[in-house]
């Protein structure tokens, strides 16, 4: 099915260690987004991209880095995990055109012990 | 200033009536998008209905419609005839400005429940 595909699903981490959030879109879309959903607070974007090879901060970005070296994946690396990065991660994928709205993967939920 | 406001923590619903959930935004950019997504038990997103600041009429997709009051910067979503399986949390997300950026601003979410 054409989507957002994220990898993994769920991951414990212990304090200070790294790991790398994948996001694989198949839509060709020019524009993705990571965000992390906190209970109570929504999603927080913590960085975007506007195109192969561009990134850009959103919201919430300390802690966090992202790279883009092709169009269809968009990766969110934690180099340091502290407890408080202990969420729900959502990458997200969007063309152009609103009216088909954003589609989203289906969440990482990451915990930091 | 939060850019999107969801007053209703929780609703809830009997089946088979309506509800509606409210939704409120600032922005001073004259171009922009109003979003509903759903977010079931299970954690998935799930894209409900789109408005455009520009257009005439409100959006409607099958059981959803978005009351939008521009004057008042509302987008209330309005759900008819419940069914059980519209138990979840909803989120109102706005997209600003014509520019490269594109990313939405979500509210804090309402959680309905429907009962049976």
Redesign the interface.
Known sequence: NAGVTQTPKFRVLKTGQSMTLLCAQDMNHE?M?W?RQDP??????IH?S?GEGTT?K?EVPDGYNVSRLKKQNFLLGLESAAPSQTS?Y?C?S?S?R??D????G??TRLTVV | AQK?TQTQ?GMFVQEKEAVTLDCTYDTSDPSY?L?W?KQPSS???I?LI?Q?SYDQQNATEGRYSLNFQKARKSANLVISASQLGDSAMY?C?M?EGPG??????????TQLTVLP
């Open positions: 524009y987004y965000y109570g607070m929504g999603l927080r974007l975007y506007v850009a959103g729900v959502f997200a969007s152009h609103d009216r709205g954003y589609t989203f289906s969440g | 999107i923590p998008g979003f997504y954690g998935e997103m894209f789109y455009g989120f997300a997209r490269s950026a594109r990313q939405l601003t979500f509210g804090s979410g």
